[in-house]
C-alpha cells in the first residue's frame, strides 16, 4: 500500500464514517524512501480532533512500515465544506447526515448578516421532504447544525457550509 | 465504527502527550512557515498576536461560564462550540506570538502563567454577562467588531495572521449572526424580554468605544501592512448594528468617543484568571 493510500483511509474520529480523503483535509503526502510527510488543514481553528487525527495517522503510517512519519499543518487556503468528496457525501446522506450544499460565495464588501433562518433548501436525509426547518445552527460539533423534518418529524444533523 | 481512538489520545500512548492542563496538544502551528515578515519587529508582531488572542481567549472563558446556565440545550451547544471556535484561534495566536517572541514561551505558558497586567485584551472580553441579554448583546458587539477585524486580516503581509484570519472569517461570521438572532428575537419579542434586551445594549454599546481606538502597536503594524487600524472597523460595525436595531425594534445607545486603547483590565479579569490559572498554577506541568 502506498503511502497516500494508507493516510487516504485513516478516518476521522468525529464523523468515523468518512475518511480523511472523503473530509477533504488532506493536503499531500510526500513518500521519500520510508519517510512520509503528510500535510493536513484544520477544519475548524478549534476542532478538537486535529490532535487525533495526528496521532492517527502516524500510527497507521508506521503500522503499514514507514519508519519515519511528519505530519504538518497547512492553515492556508482554508478548509471549506466544498472539498468533502462525492463519495463522502453520499456516506453522510446513508448515515442520515445532511451534505452540506455549495460554500457561500462571497460578494465584495462587507460579510452579509443573516437575520432569519437560511432559506436554503435542504431534504430530510430519512424521508427525502423538502421544506426542513432549523433548530439549531449549531449541534453536536460546530461543523453541524441541528435541523427537523416536519413530514417524518425526525430531527437530523447538517453540515454546514463554510 | 469505534469510539476507542478518541479516548486513546487521553492516555500516555505516544509521544508526550500532556492532559494536566491546558491543551496537552502539540504545537498547532506545527509545520506552518512561520517566518517573520522583512521589516516588521518581532516583539511588536507578538504583542499584536497576543492583543488578538487574549481577545479570544477571554471571551472564550466568559462563554464557557455560560455552559449549563443557557435557557436551552441548543443554547448550550451554540455557546460551548462558539467558545470552542475562539479558544482554537486565541491557540494559534498565542502559539504565533511565542514563537515571534522567542522566549520559549509556547501557548499554555502564555495562557496559563502570564499575570493580569500582561494580559493585552479588551475590556469588552471581560465582562460578566447580568443575564442571556446581556450575553447576546456582548457577543453582537464582540462578534460585529471582530468579523470586521479578521475580514480585513486575511490581506495581512504576515501569512499566519492571514491564514488564521481567513478561518476566523468563516467561524464569526456564525456567532456574529446567531448573537444578532437572539437581539432581534429578544427585541421583538414579548414587552419584558423588549424591555430586558434594551436594557442590555443600553449597558454593553457604550462599553464599545475602546474597540476603535488605535494603539501605537496597530498604528505601526498597520502601516506596515501587517495589521489593522480598529479605527476603520467603526463604520462596518456601526451599519451591523443599525440593521440589526431596526430589526429588534430598539434603540442604540450613545459610544464614547476618545477611549483609550487596550489601557488597562477592570477587576473582571482577575476573577477570570484564577479560574482559568488555577491549575496549573498549584500544579506546574502535571499530568494525569
Redesign the interface.
Known amino acids: 500500500m502506498t503511502a497516500a493510500a494508507v493516510a487516504e483511509s485513516v478516518t476521522d474520529?468525529?464523523l468515523?464514517?468518512l475518511t480523511l480523503a472523503d473530509l477533504g483535509i488532506l493536503r499531500g503526502v510526500e513518500e521519500h524512501g520510508s519517510s512520509v510527510v503528510v500535510?493536513v488543514t484544520?477544519t475548524?481553528?478549534?476542532?478538537?480532533a486535529?490532535?487525533?487525527i495526528?496521532?492517527?495517522l502516524?500510527?497507521a503510517l508506521r503500522d503499514a512500515g514507514y519508519e519515519s512519519v511528519?505530519?504538518?499543518?497547512?492553515?492556508?487556503?482554508?478548509?471549506t465544506t466544498d472539498w468533502i468528496t462525492e463519495a463522502g457525501r453520499a456516506k453522510l446522506a446513508a448515515a442520515g447526515i445532511s451534505p452540506p450544499g455549495p460554500a457561500p460565495r462571497r460578494a465584495a464588501g462587507?460579510?452579509p448578516?443573516?437575520?432569519?433562518?437560511p432559506r436554503r433548501d435542504i431534504r430530510c436525509p430519512r424521508c427525502g421532504h423538502a421544506g426542513t426547518e432549523e433548530?439549531?445552527?449549531?449541534?453536536?460539533?460546530?461543523c453541524r447544525s441541528?435541523r427537523r423534518c416536519p413530514a417524518c418529524r425526525e430531527p437530523f444533523e447538517h453540515v454546514?457550509e463554510? | 465504527?469505534?469510539f476507542d481512538?478518541?479516548y486513546?489520545?487521553l492516555t500516555d500512548?505516544?509521544?508526550d502527550a500532556r492532559w494536566a492542563y491546558g491543551t496537552?496538544?502539540?504545537d498547532?502551528?506545527?509545520?506552518?512557515d512561520t517566518a517573520v515578515p522583512s521589516g516588521v519587529e518581532p516583539a511588536e508582531l507578538a504583542a499584536y498576536c497576543l492583543m488578538l488572542g487574549d481577545d479570544a481567549l477571554i471571551m472564550s472563558h466568559r462563554l464557557q461560564q455560560w455552559v449549563t446556565r443557557a435557557p436551552e440545550l441548543?443554547?448550550e451547544?451554540?455557546i460551548?462550540?462558539?467558545a470552542?471556535?475562539?479558544?482554537?484561534?486565541a491557540?494559534?495566536l498565542l502559539s504565533r506570538a511565542g514563537e515571534v517572541e522567542g522566549a520559549g514561551r509556547d501557548e499554555d505558558a502564555l495562557a496559563y502563567l502570564r499575570g493580569e497586567s500582561e494580559f493585552r485584551n479588551v475590556r469588552l472580553a471581560e465582562h460578566a454577562d447580568a443575564d442571556f441579554a446581556h450575553l447576546v448583546a456582548r457577543l453582537l458587539a464582540f462578534s460585529a467588531w471582530r468579523?470586521?477585524l479578521l475580514?480585513r486580516l486575511t490581506a495581512s503581509a504576515d501569512?499566519?495572521l492571514?491564514?488564521?484570519a481567513?478561518?476566523?472569517?468563516?467561524?464569526v461570521?456564525?456567532h456574529?449572526?446567531?448573537a444578532?438572532?437572539w437581539v432581534?428575537r429578544l427585541g421583538d419579542g414579548t414587552p419584558l424580554s423588549h424591555e430586558r434586551m434594551q436594557a442590555a445594549v443600553d449597558a454593553v454599546l457604550p462599553l464599545t468605544g475602546e474597540l476603535y481606538a488605535t494603539h501605537e502597536v496597530e498604528r505601526r503594524l498597520a502601516e506596515a501592512g501587517v495589521a489593522v487600524d480598529p479605527a476603520d472597523l467603526r463604520g462596518?460595525a456601526d451599519?451591523?448594528w443599525e440593521?440589526?436595531l431596526r430589526?429588534a425594534t430598539l434603540r442604540a445607545a450613545p459610544v464614547p468617543g476618545d477611549v483609550p486603547a487596550r489601557a488597562g483590565h477592570t477587576r473582571a479579569l482577575g476573577e477570570i484568571l484564577a479560574e482559568l490559572q488555577v491549575v496549573a498554577r498549584s500544579t506546574p506541568g502535571g499530568v494525569w
Open positions: 474520529p468525529e468515523p464514517l500535510t484544520p475548524y481553528s478549534g476542532c478538537p486535529m490532535q487525533t495526528r496521532d492517527d502516524v500510527r511528519d505530519v504538518r499543518t497547512v492553515l492556508s487556503p482554508a478548509w462587507p460579510v448578516l443573516t437575520l432569519g433562518p433548530i439549531a445552527a449549531f449541534s453536536a460539533t460546530a441541528l454546514k463554510i | 465504527m469505534s481512538a478518541a486513546e489520545a500512548h505516544d509521544d496537552g496538544f502539540t498547532p502551528l506545527a509545520g506552518v441548543e443554547d451547544l451554540a460551548a462550540n462558539i470552542l471556535d475562539l479558544l482554537g484561534q491557540r494559534l468579523l470586521a475580514d501569512p499566519v492571514a491564514a488564521v481567513a478561518k476566523g472569517v468563516k467561524e461570521t456564525y456574529r449572526d446567531y444578532a438572532q432581534v462596518e451599519a451591523v440593521q440589526v430589526a
